[in-house]
C-alpha cells in the first residue's frame, strides 16, 4: 500500500502512552515511511522503537534518538505529546506550569531546527496554552499549529448515542468549543440525533432536562472518566484523532473535528481555543461558529476562563505580554 506522504514526520513524547500509540497508528494507516521518534527517556523510548521494528511493518523507516536537533532535522510534520500526564485528582491546568516551560522549548527548538516545518499537533496538556506557548516561541503561522481538542465532541457523540442506542453515526456534528479544559462550552444547536434536532429534544421525555445535564457533565468529565476507569489519562483516543489530524495536514482526508487554533478575530483575542474547523493540507481554516444566545455566553465564559491561565502564563514569565508576541512571531502581528 502506498504512503501518503515520505516526508519526515517526528513524534515528541513518543516512549509515552499517547507518543507509542500514535508512531504505531501513523505506520498502520501508512502515513510516511519516515518516523522520526523523539523522547527524552531514552530507554523507554528504545523500547518504543524495539516493539515497532518487530511489528514487522513493511516498507517503514523508523528512527530514534533524544538528540532534538537530530530529531527535527529536515522534518516536515511534528505531533508533540511530550510532556507531563494528568494523574488522578489533577486537572489539566494543574499541569500548567511544568508542561508551559516544555512548550517554550518545543517552540524554540522548532525556530532553530525546523522552521521549514509544514504543520504542528500540540497535544500536551493544558493544551490551548502549551499550543499558543508553542505557536509563539516557533514563529510559524497560525495555520500551521493545531492543537488536540477534538476529543470533546467525540465523547459528546459518543455520550449521545449510548443514551439514544443509535450508532455514533446517526450523531451529526457533535460539538464543543472554546477551552478543552472543563471549561468548555458543550453546542446543542450544532446537532442532530438520529435526523432531529438535539436542541428540539432537550426537554422532551426523550431526553428530559437532567438527562442532558448529565451527559453535559460526562462529555465535560470524560478524561477524569478515564483515569478513573483505567486508573491513569486517555491515550488511545487522543492518540489515533491526533495522527487524523497530522494526516489531513499531509493531503489525506480533511480532519472537520473541530481543533484548538489561534483565534484574534475581534470579539475572541490572542487566543488559542476550538472553533470550528477544518485542516486540511492548507493547515487550519476556521469557519463561523454561530450558536444560540446562550451557547455564545458560555463560549465567552470559556474564553474569558482561558484568558485568565494565559495571564497566569504571562506573570509566570513563560510568555511575554500579548503586546510584544509580534516580536517573537511577526505572523501574529
Ligand atoms: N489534548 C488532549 O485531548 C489530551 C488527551 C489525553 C492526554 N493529553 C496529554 O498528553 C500528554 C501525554 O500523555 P501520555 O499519556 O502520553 O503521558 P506519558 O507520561 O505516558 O508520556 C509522556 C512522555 O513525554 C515525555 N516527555 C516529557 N517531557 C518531555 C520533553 N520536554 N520533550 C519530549 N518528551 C518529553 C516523557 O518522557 C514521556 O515519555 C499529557 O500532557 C496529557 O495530559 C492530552
Redesign the pocket.
Known amino acids: 500500500m502506498k504512503f501518503l506522504t515520505d516526508e519526515k514526520l517526528v513524534i515528541?513524547?513518543a516512549?509515552?502512552?499517547?507518543?507509542s500509540n500514535m508512531a504505531q497508528t501513523a505506520a498502520m494507516m501508512r502515513l510516511t515511511p519516515n518516523i522520526c521518534l523523539?523522547?527524552?527517556?531514552a530507554p523507554?523510548l528504545e523500547g518504543v522503537a524495539e516493539e515497532l521494528f518487530h511489528c514487522g511493518f513493511d516498507g517503514m523507516n523508523f528512527t530514534y534518538t533524544s538528540d532534538i536537533k537530530e530529531a527535527f532535522k529536515d522534518a516536515a510534520y511534528i505531533v508533540s505529546?511530550?510532556?507531563?500526564?494528568?494523574k488522578a485528582g489533577m486537572t489539566?491546568e494543574d499541569?500548567l506550569k511544568g508542561?508551559a516551560a516544555?512548550a517554550e522549548?518545543l517552540g524554540k527548538d522548532i525556530k532553530a531546527y525546523c522552521p521549514n516545518v509544514k504543520h504542528v499537533v500540540v497535544?500536551?496538556?493544558p493544551?490551548d496554552i502549551t499550543g499558543l506557548v508553542t505557536l509563539i516561541y516557533s514563529g510559524l503561522k497560525p495555520s500551521q499549529l493545531s492543537?488536540?481538542?477534538a476529543?470533546d465532541s467525540t465523547r459528546l457523540r459518543s455520550e449521545l448515542a449510548k443514551f439514544f442506542n443509535i450508532a455514533p453515526d446517526e450523531v451529526i456534528k457533535a460539538r464543543t468549543y472554546g477551552g478543552?479544559g472543563e471549561q468548555m462550552a458543550v453546542f446543542q444547536s450544532t446537532c442532530t440525533v438520529g435526523s432531529k434536532p438535539l436542541a428540539a429534544l432537550i426537554g422532551t421525555d426523550a431526553l428530559p432536562e437532567k438527562a442532558w445535564e448529565d451527559i453535559r457533565l460526562r462529555v465535560v468529565q470524560g478524561?477524569k472518566n478515564i483515569i478513573d476507569l483505567r486508573g491513569?489519562?486517555?491515550?488511545q483516543s487522543?492518540a489515533y484523532l491526533s495522527i487524523e489530524m497530522i494526516a489531513a495536514a499531509m493531503g489525506g482526508r480533511p480532519f472537520t473535528w473541530p481543533v484548538g487554533t489561534y483565534v484574534n478575530n475581534g470579539t475572541f483575542n490572542h487566543i488559542m481555543m476550538a472553533m470550528e474547523t477544518t485542516v486540511d493540507k492548507n493547515g487550519v481554516t476556521v469557519h463561523p461558529v454561530n450558536g444560540t444566545p446562550e451557547e455564545r455566553q458560555e463560549l465567552e465564559r470559556s474564553y474569558q476562563h482561558l484568558c485568565k491561565l494565559r495571564d497566569e502564563v504571562i506573570s509566570m514569565g513563560v510568555l511575554p505580554p500579548v503586546e510584544d508576541w509580534s516580536k517573537l512571531n511577526p505572523n501574529l502581528g
Open positions: 515528541v513524547g516512549a509515552g502512552m499517547i507518543g523523539y523522547d527524552t527517556y523507554a505529546s511530550g510532556g507531563a500526564a494528568r489539566r499541569l508542561n516544555i522549548q497535544v500536551f496538556n493544551a492543537t488536540l481538542a476529543l478543552h478524561g491513569r489519562s486517555s491515550f487522543p
